[in-house]
C-alpha cells in the first residue's frame, strides 16, 4: 500500500481543472521523479497514485530549464530523451498536466496578475530566476508547489513578509502564506 504524504490533504479540488487535485513540481522534484528516480514514499505516491488522486501540473518555466533548446544543449542525449519519455507517458496516462501559453500559463483574467505579482516579489526576495515563475504560478492560480530547494521556503518568506506584496496579494484574494503556497 502506498504511502500518503501528510500534505496531501492540503491540496484541494481545483475548479480550474474539472475538480483534480492539482500540485506543481520545480525542477528540482521533476529531476527526482524523471531522471534520478530517487522516489521516496512522497514521491512514489506523486508519480503513482492514479490521476484521479493527484495530478501534476509542469509550467511552461520548468519545461524550459529541462526540455529547452538550451537544456537540450547542455545534457547528454538518453538524459534528455528519458526525461521526454517520462512526460509523454505519464501525460499520456493522465498523470502530466502541460499548459502552453504566455509564460506559464494562464486564464486570460490572470496574466495583469501574474507579471504584478512577479515584479513585486523579484524586487523583494531572494527567489532565483528560474524558481520564481513557478512560484508566481501557484499563488496565481491557487495550486500548491512540491518542492526539495532548501532555500526557496526563506525566498518565499521574505517577499511575503514585504507589505506591499501582501497588500497586493491581499487586494487580489490570492495566498499570503507560504504554507498555502508550498506542500512540505
Request: net charge positive; charged share 25%; glycine share 4%.
Amino acid at each position: 500500500m502506498m504511502s500518503i504524504p501528510a500534505w496531501y490533504p492540503r491540496v484541494a479540488r481545483h475548479a480550474d481543472y474539472n475538480g483534480d487535485r492539482v500540485i506543481l513540481v520545480d525542477t528540482n522534484v521533476f529531476s527526482d521523479m524523471a531522471l534520478r528516480e530517487c522516489w521516496d514514499d512522497e514521491l512514489s505516491f506523486v508519480v503513482n497514485s492514479p490521476p484521479a488522486a493527484l495530478r501534476i501540473k509542469l509550467n511552461q518555466q520548468l519545461l524550459h530549464e529541462t526540455m529547452g533548446a538550451g537544456a537540450r544543449g547542455n545534457m547528454a542525449a538518453a538524459t534528455y530523451q528519458n526525461q521526454q519519455k517520462f512526460i509523454e507517458t505519464y501525460r499520456a496516462y493522465g498523470k502530466i498536466l502541460i499548459d502552453s501559453g504566455e509564460v506559464p500559463y494562464f486564464a486570460a483574467d490572470r496574466i495583469t496578475v501574474y507579471r504584478t505579482i512577479l515584479d513585486a516579489i523579484k524586487a523583494t526576495s531572494n527567489i532565483s530566476k528560474e524558481d520564481l515563475p513557478i512560484v508566481v504560478d501557484a499563488i496565481v492560480n491557487r495550486i500548491p508547489l512540491l518542492t526539495r530547494e532548501t532555500r526557496l521556503p526563506d525566498g518565499i518568506g521574505r517577499a511575503l513578509n514585504n507589505r506591499r506584496v501582501k497588500a497586493m496579494l491581499k487586494a487580489r484574494g490570492l495566498w499570503e502564506r507560504a504554507d498555502q503556497i508550498l506542500l512540505a
